[in-house]
């Protein structure tokens, strides 16, 4: 194992919950979609720092992300 096949796993996203913004704990290009508990595509993109949801409605969303070959995904939450 390089150090590398492990990064997508030590990423963090912050705040959880979030009003505004979630930031992420490395400095790491990654791509992301954000869908809404119906499966719906909801945002998408690339950042390296934040991803803004104040637009979002207040909910539970689900945030995949992906860092080279590697996704994972976690469930944020809007209020």
Same mark, same amino acid.
């Given at each position: 194992?390089?150090?590398?096949?492990?990064?997508?796993?030590? #990423?963090?996203?912050?705040?959880?919950?979030?009003?505004?913004?979630?930031?992420?704990?490395?400095?790491?290009?990654?791509?992301?979609?954000?869908?809404?508990? #119906?499966? /719906?595509? @909801? /945002?998408?993109?690339?950042?390296?720092?934040? @991803?803004?949801?104040?637009? #979002?409605?207040?909910?539970?969303?689900?945030?995949?992300y992906?860092?080279?070959?590697?996704?994972?995904?976690?469930?944020?939450?809007?209020?």
């Amino acid at each position: 194992l390089s150090i590398d096949d492990n990064i997508i796993d030590d #990423l963090i996203f912050y705040p959880n919950p979030t009003s505004d913004k979630i930031y992420i704990s490395k400095n790491l290009s990654i791509d992301y979609i954000i869908y809404n508990s #119906l499966g /719906k595509k @909801i /945002k998408f993109g690339n950042t390296s720092r934040e @991803i803004d949801i104040s637009s #979002l409605n207040n909910g539970v969303y689900f945030l995949r992300y992906q860092y080279e070959n590697k996704s994972s995904s976690i469930k944020i939450v809007k209020n």
